[in-house]
């Protein structure tokens, strides 16, 4: 029999990417650093009772009456079990690799979806970055961004993309072919077509995405405390390594907590739109 | 000139569309070239032209290309090869903000489907062509207000799409199309979707709308009694070919192939067929002055028992009846006109067959075919009436 191995290669790659680009690496961790850093200063600035209630109320608007008790009674929940800064790290990385992931996502969804040479492109670089297992990414990224919320993010990044891209992709191509040509046949530019037919048309759709984006982020957030990105996910690891069952399960429930409360109100944010 | 002028227009699909061009030279059938081939033709070789304000529905099975056909005089699908004209532009040159402009202003879609926007009120869906164009609010919505009136559809303005039935969605629809005032409409199969008795109300609805705006229609549809009721001249496609145009009537009693037969033979005939074209010229006519001899020798040379009697003009003055023109050449009476039947019955040429039969049924004449003069055309004798309904002509 004969060995192939493709792993010195991507070895290799990477660290021809290392030697000669790290001056873009830099600056990409500085930038993210800066913002990561920044939302969670915000969200840690405030105390934890006044924020809770902004979050409330905020759940109360786009997702009714059930979500902002929840919210407020997990939120308490997990400030009783002084996990709240911890939670609000997780949260601000959940929010800046989220907001990443979807502003490069959703327009190259856009992108894929009126052009079948993209989107053919598109799709196996997606299966690739979801069926990877999550844990590889975190190799390249400490090589390019050391340890830290930085490389935490950015693998966060990729391992939440595909569904944005995928879902934006779909909503559009979803669109009824005769709707389009509808559109069309009263002379719209290309541009009004996207922004006066597909885009809302698809919304309810690409909202989905939105919301497993944000899922996504969530888990790999947690999986990336092994790269020391912090927030609950530390939590977690500390439970598992020093075997400590209590301080695993009470993390554990804050990043179901925090799931459920961003999972309602995100599918909300579809529902209503969809109206 | 015409108002669109569609000439040797041709659609395949495929990967190398120009090389299909010889084999369709050569006469190769549709189903030959997509079995050597891979590609399909959707449109060979289809020409013909339609006049402003009439309205000119292409009919076929699903397939035979009609909705590609439609699809190519507003390029939402760009033919292989042809010409487009409208108004003696062909739009086939048109760049593309030159087509845009042609679509914005000049013609307007109705879908088989509907294809509302889910997402718009009615009005704001009806306003679409013109927001498209960047009329001002205030203006447009006037606009969509006064079409949506028009289709019967006030106090709807507001509502959504999915709250209205097929019959509404489709008024919507028209009513979309009506908003930019265009010159053409274009209906792909606009009533097919629709329930029989609605979709009877709106062909109606479009015959009336149509008497007072005189727009160019292009209509397609699968449905013979449809075309038949609508167009003004009909194209009949089968296979991508148009097989023959002509007049619902013409389509009827002269088609063009076994094919256009096979299509008509379960058509009411009796709703199409006019007087016109089952008349007959009668068998003698005679001046009143000629006298009763000249009459009784002339229905006795025809083998008749009455003849019609006509002024100047061939203007009808009634029928006489042999015993009556024996018994006034016996008392040796020469004047006419005191045993001229005048009630007699009459008919105008354009009166469909199936209003006939009653008429035919009841009385013991043949019907004389009049114009408003009073001018006689020609008579109908029930015999015809009846080879008429069965599809036989004379």
Redesign the interface.
């Known amino acids: 029999m004969f060995t192939l191995h493709i792993g010195p290669a991507f070895e290799a790659l990477i660290d021809w990417l290392t030697d000669n680009f790290s001056g873009v690496f830099d600056l990409i961790r500085k930038v993210l650093m800066s913002g990561i850093t920044g939302l969670e200063d915000i969200l840690l600035f405030l105390p934890s009772l006044i924020l809770i209630v902004i979050f409330a109320l905020v759940a109360w608007k786009i997702a009714g009456r059930g979500v902002a008790a929840f919210t407020l009674l997990g939120f308490l929940l997990i400030v009783g079990m002084e996990l709240w800064p911890q939670t609000m790290k997780t949260l601000a990385l959940v929010m800046a690799s989220a907001l990443i992931a979807l502003v490069i996502g959703i327009p190259l969804g856009i992108w894929a979806a009126r052009n079948d040479m993209v989107e053919k492109f598109v799709r196996p670089v997606l299966d690739f970055m979801q069926t990877m297992p999550a844990f590889v990414y975190l190799i390249p990224a400490v090589l390019f961004f050391k340890l830290g919320k930085v490389p935490g993010a950015v693998a966060t990044v990729i391992f939440s993309m595909p569904p944005a891209v995928r879902l934006t992709n779909l909503g559009i191509r979803q669109v ?1 072919e ?2 389009v ?9 290309p541009r ?1 077509l996207l922004y ?2 597909q885009l ?2 698809a ?1 309810p759709t690409i909202l989905a995405g939105v919301n497993q984006t944000i899922m996504l982020a969530l888990s790999m957030v947690v999986i990336s405390a092994m790269i020391g990105a912090g927030g609950l996910g530390s939590e977690v690891l500390k439970g598992i390594t020093q075997l400590k069952i209590g301080l695993g399960f009470e993390s554990g429930i804050a990043v179901v907590i925090l799931a459920m409360i961003l999972d309602r109100i995100t599918q909300a944010l579809g529902g209503t739109k969809s109206k | 000139m015409p108002k669109i002028e569609v000439k040797n227009i041709y659609k395949i699909f495929g990967s190398r569309p120009k090389s299909i061009f010889p084999h369709l030279e050569k006469g190769m059938s549709k189903d030959e070239i997509l079995e050597k081939t891979g590609h399909t033709v959707g449109i060979n070789s289809a020409s013909f032209q339609v006049e402003e304000g009439e309205t000119f529905v292409i009919m076929g099975l699903s397939g035979s290309g009609k909705s590609t056909l439609i ?1 190519c005089l ?1 390029r ?1 699908i760009e033919p292989t090869a042809g010409e487009v004209l409208i108004d003696g532009e062909n739009i086939l040159e048109a760049s593309h903000q030159e ?7 000049k ?3 109705v ?3 509907f ?5 718009r009120t009615i009005v704001t869906n009806v306003e ?2 013109l ?3 960047g009329v001002e609010d205030q203006i447009r919505r006037e606009k969509a207000y006064e079409v949506l009136e028009m289709v019967g559809l006030k106090g709807y303005e507001e509502s959504m799409p999915d709250q209205l039935s097929g019959g509404m969605q489709q008024r919507v629809g028209l009513a ?1 199309a009506l908003a ?1 005032d265009p010159d053409v409409l ?1 209906m792909d199969e606009a009533f097919s979707a629709l329930d029989p008795l609605i979709k009877k109300e709106m062909q109606d609805e479009l015959l009336e709308l149509q008497a007072k705006m005189h727009k160019t229609i292009i209509f397609i549809t699968h449905d013979l009694d449809e075309a038949l009721k609508l167009g003004d001249r009909i194209a009949v496609m089968k296979d991508g070919k148009i097989v023959q145009i002509g007049t619902p009537e013409e389509i009827l009693t002269d088609p063009a192939n076994a094919y256009v037969k096979e299509f008509v033979q379960d058509v009411d005939r009796t709703k199409i067929i006019t007087a016109a074209t089952i008349m007959r010229k009668p068998d003698a006519v005679m001046a009143p002055k000629e006298g009763p001899r000249v009459a009784v020798r002339k229905m006795e040379e025809a083998g008749i028992s009455s003849i019609y009697v006509t002024g100047k003009d061939k203007y009808l003055k009634g029928l006489v009846r042999i015993e009556d023109a024996v018994r006034l050449a016996k008392e040796g009476k020469d004047n006419l006109e005191e045993v001229i039947i005048k009630d007699i019955p009459t008919t105008a040429p354009d009166t469909p067959m199936v209003d006939l039969l009653p008429v035919a049924a009841t009385t013991s004449y043949p019907i004389v075919v009049v114009d408003e003069d009073n001018k006689m055309l020609g008579i109908i004798v029930r015999v015809s009436v009846i080879s008429g309904i069965i599809g036989r002509g004379d």
């Open positions: 009824p005769d709707v040509e509808a559109a069309k046949s009263f002379g719209s530019t009004q006066k037919v809302p048309i919304t | 699809r507003n939402l087509l845009l402009r042609m679509r914005q202003k013609m307007a879609m879908f088989q489907r294809a509302l926007f889910p997402h679409y062509g927001e498209i164009q979309r930019t274009l």
